[in-house]
């Protein structure tokens, strides 16, 4: 059973980039469709970005078009996001949530397609 850690989460300024990291284990994790979805306080959960575990295929929210990207290395059963140009309203607690779905090519940004979760780690902007 695939079971995920995120990290890398912390205080930056505005303007600033972090790396995400998130921690895969479990056999076949590299067939995993991921993302990553952010909660903010008092908001829903909102799809950022995902890739499949078919064929890469990734797709990314508006928001986060150019300033956001996903990668993964297979090899250390690693999922990482990449933020650059940090914004006031990017600050939340960032998800790295798994499927199995080895029907599709195609990856979601709905929660309800994932099964998977982790605990979040926290992402804070702010001068």
């Known amino acids: 059973q695939v079971q995920l850690v995120e990290s890398g989460g912390d205080l930056v300024q505005p303007g600033g980039s972090l790396r995400l990291s998130c921690k895969g284990s479990?056999?076949?994790?590299?067939?995993?469709?991921i993302a990553w979805f952010r909660e903010a306080p008092g908001q829903e959960r909102e799809g950022v970005v995902c890739?499949?575990?078919?064929?890469?295929?990734?797709e990314t929210a508006h928001f986060a078009e150019g300033r956001f990207s996903i990668s993964r290395d297979h090899a250390e059963n690693m999922v990482y996001l990449q933020m650059t140009g940090l914004k006031p309203e990017d600050p939340a607690i960032y998800y790295c949530?798994?499927?199995?779905?080895?029907?599709?090519?195609?990856?979601?940004?709905?929660?309800?397609?994932?099964?998977?979760w982790g605990r979040g780690t926290p992402v804070t902007v702010s001068s």
């Open positions: 949530p798994a499927i199995h779905y080895p029907q599709t090519l195609y990856c979601s940004r709905s929660t309800r397609d994932y099964d998977r």
């Open positions: 479990g056999v076949g994790f590299r067939f995993y469709n």
């Open positions: 890739v499949s575990g078919k064929n890469e295929y990734s």
